[in-house]
């Protein structure tokens, strides 16, 4: 049985690739731009982890979006 908290993480991440893919971001490259490392993102984006409020913050600044635009259709 899945976890909530993975289906949650998985499309919050499925998000933050679609994001960055729209704004013509490479992983490593929107890593670099938001300050965090490109295996950390790649972990986010397939899932595998749980962001805090600090990173929230960290990638919709980066994506000059608010946190609510961040999350839209994840719940």
Do not use: W
């Not at 998000?15 to 971001?25: E, F, H, M, S, V």
């Not at 965090?36 to 790649?42: A, D, I, N, S, V």
């Not at 600090?54 to 000059?64: F, K, P, Y």
């Amino acid at each position: 049985m899945v976890k909530k908290k993975s289906i949650l993480c998985a499309k919050f991440g499925n998000r933050i690739r679609d994001l960055r893919q729209k704004n013509g971001y490479s992983q490593e490259g929107f890593a670099n731009h938001v300050g965090m490392h490109r295996t950390y993102l790649g972990g986010l984006e397939r899932g595998e982890r749980n962001p805090t409020l600090t990173i929230l913050m960290r990638l919709a600044s980066g994506l000059e979006i608010t946190i609510s635009e961040l999350t839209v259709g994840i719940m």
